[in-house]
């Protein structure tokens, strides 16, 4: 039986040509939708877009940086952020390579976007790894204020986000692209930037990192938050040698060089950028002061007319403080002070003074120094402001409260937690000893060192330029230095030790006024030079009575001090308050032949484009001529050869252990020419000792905040004991330097000198000073009786 033939119906043929349209429609209609999507995103519709001129300057908070006369960093302004910029050329080679691959190993063959990484990332739904370029993290940086938690909204800023990134290539260069990423990432702990973070986890510039440095920062670009590496060193460490083995599977190091720098530790040197931290402290905070006024002062305006921000605005301010030697002294004062307080603090035991820090007063007086010292404190201001009255702030004052204070500890500057009353914190407080020091070059009136105190964090009072106090027979030179130019004395001649008394109403004395000498001798003659040596009050008191104190008034002001000064006859031992500032100034006129140059602290100010907007102009005055300047020095120089500075001579100390105990460093056996003045005020107040070499010149003072906190006696209390090891240990240091180049040669001699200065026939050994005192000015007494 024939088979009947089955034919399929046009009905029942299957029409695919629909679902192929209706593809295409759907895939161009995407493709057209994604092109929409970033003309929209492009056009700014969905969501604000950097213009031109912004991705030429992105909106970065800049640092203001202060850079020494050597090039070094002393520190920054900041509010924020701690930016400081650098270009492609300063980053090393294997930190680029480690951010190339763990970042981004395609970065050099992209436009900004990476295809194969996105297509990856989509089909893979992110397991596969991120997409994220390096200029997509950049623009997301730069131009992304608060990623969304809301998945739309975040889609659309990624979108934003490769569009900018795209836009950056056309702007910048690879290079350009990579420095900018650097410098703009936050790594934690003030370390906005390569730069700063460099600084502080390692202690150096970006420049200098090494291998495993490199990787760890570049490990931290995961999520600084949680890869802090004083927080978590552990996870930062995994995160550091993921960047090692990422960097040895694309061949940029060995499998030997991997496994070895995984093993071992980060190698952290912590060094905390802050404003109460680092180098040069009480400096930069004066020069905080002057960038205010600065920026204040309508002739400094950028050119739109508005002000320049301190915080932000990336000026570079270079200064004319070396960062070496502000290291030296900084250092020196970090040996002296904390064995001299260490021998302060003997003292003052309750067994020994049961007023300690105070001496010679009673409870009633003490009382009310601590009242008034409450009053002028920020504790009161702050309480003030709160609405609380005195009685309550008062009370506050006797509640124990936890705080955190300064101390020595093992001879190195320390903190320790404790629970104490303010009150008997104000005390204790008051019971330390500070310094103050500055240096400077006389023949440029450049300042190379500014030291304020011994601890910014808990002194902030500067004692440089702040602080004013009784100079004591650091004055003298000054009488000295007029009686030659009105009498033209000799260092050569001799004048009588004898007592004197300064006659009523001479000189505006109310009363008759009589000088006692220090050492109680009053036999034989002196000549000038051992009377400045040993400091005999009654010689210098019988030049005042030749010259009149008018004209060392008028000296004084010449040589730059600022404040008024009586001009009574009790001025010749030194009773005006004179700041370091102003007296390292004035003795610098001495060393540079009678001409006096304003101190120096700033050369120039650029902006972050290097334009250059404030240059300083020095400023000079002749205050006295060429001889009468060598003369003083020349007298200056027997203090140092044969008086109460002698002992940074040769073996001086050897005899006297009790000072290579305690005090510091002798002996500092210098022999070069040295011209100086040791200074110390009433009851061993305050000790000062000025020191000068022809190219340099150093201040130094010591002393508490109270004048009735001081040691006992001049063993200790005098200037060459408190002040005078601060400047020979940094002066010992400064010579080791060879690169600082600080002289050790003579003064220079004018020519036709017409004042004789050789006493070589004179009896040296008429000094009369005490042997304990060593020569040294122990205390001034301006009595009228």
Known sequence: MAKKKTTKS??????????????????????????????????????EMPDHTRLENPETNLATEIISSDGETLGKFYFNDNRTPVGYEDLPKNLVDALIATEDIRFYEHSGIDGRGTLRAIFKFGSGGGASTISQQLA??????QVSKNKIERALQKVREWIIA?????????????????????????????????????GKEPKDLDLKESAMLVGMFKNSALYNPRRNPVGVKNRRNVVLAQMHKYEYISEEVKDSLQATELDLNYTPESHKEGIATYFREYLRGFMKEWAN????????????????????????????????????????????????????????????????????????????????????????????????????????????????????????????????????????????????????????AWVGGMNYKHFQYDMVKQGKRQVGSTFKPFVYATAIDQLQVSPCDSFPRTPITIEANKYGNPLPWTVKNSDGNYSGKQTLKDALASSTNTVTARLMNEIGPQPVVEMAKKLGVEQDIAPVPAIALGTPDISVYEMVAAYSTFANKGVYNTPVLITRIEDKNGTVLYQVAPE???????????????????????????????????????????ITGYPYEFDNPIAGKTGTTQNQSDGWFMGMVPNLVTGVWVGAEDRAAHFKSITYGQGASMALPIWGL????????????????????????????????????????????????????????
């Open 730 to 785: 940094y002066m010992k240091a400064c010579y080791e330097d060879e690169t600082l180049d600080v002289s050790k040669d003579n003064f220079e001699k004018p020519s036709g000198l017409s004042i004789n200065v050789d006493c070589s026939v004179h009896d040296e050994g008429d000094l009369g000073a005490d042997s304990n005192t060593e020569g040294d000015d122990v205390e001034i007494d301006v009595d009228f009786e």
């Open 166 to 202: 795209i836009r950056l290539e056309r702007q910048y260069t690879k290079e350009e692209i990579i420095a900018q990423y650097f410098n703009i990432y936050d790594f934690g702990n003030n370390g906005d930037g390569i730069r700063s973070a460099s600084r502080i986890y390692f």
């Open 10 to 47: 046009k009905s029942d043929t299957v029409d695919f040509s629909k679902y192929i349209r209706w593809f295409w429609m759907l895939f161009a209609g995407g493709i057209f939708a994604f092109i929409l999507l970033f003309l929209l995103a492009s056009w700014g519709l969905l969501g």
């Open 140 to 145: 997301k940086q730069l131009f992304t204020d």
């Open 620 to 662: 000079s005055k002749d205050v006295l001529s060429e001889e009468v300047a060598y003369v003083t020095v020349n007298l200056m120089e027997g203090v140092t050869n044969a008086g109460s500075g002698r002992r940074l001579r040769h073996n001086w100390a050897t005899n006297v252990p009790v000072y290579k105990e305690i």
């Open 297 to 448: 002062d309508k002739k400094n305006r950028k050119p739109d007319g508005s002000k320049y921000d301190l915080y932000s605005d990336g000026l570079k301010v270079f200064v004319t403080i070396d960062s070496r030697m502000q290291q030296y002294a900084e250092d020196a004062i970090a040996q002296h002070m904390p064995k001299l307080q260490a021998e302060f603090d003997h003292q003052n035991t309750p067994d020994r003074n049961k007023t300690a820090p105070f001496l010679e007063l009673d409870q009633s007086e003490i009382n009310k120094l601590m009242k008034d010292a409450m009053r002028r404190g920020e504790r009161w201001r702050i309480l003030k402001n709160q609405g609380k009255s005195d009685k309550e702030i008062e009370a506050s004052f006797h509640e124990p409260i936890e705080m955190t204070v300064f101390k020595w500890i093992d001879g190195k500057a320390g903190e320790v937690d404790t629970v104490m009353k303010p009150i008997d914190s104000m005390r204790y407080y008051k019971s330390f000893l500070k310094p103050g020091m500055m240096s400077m070059d006389p023949t440029t009136g450049h300042v190379k």
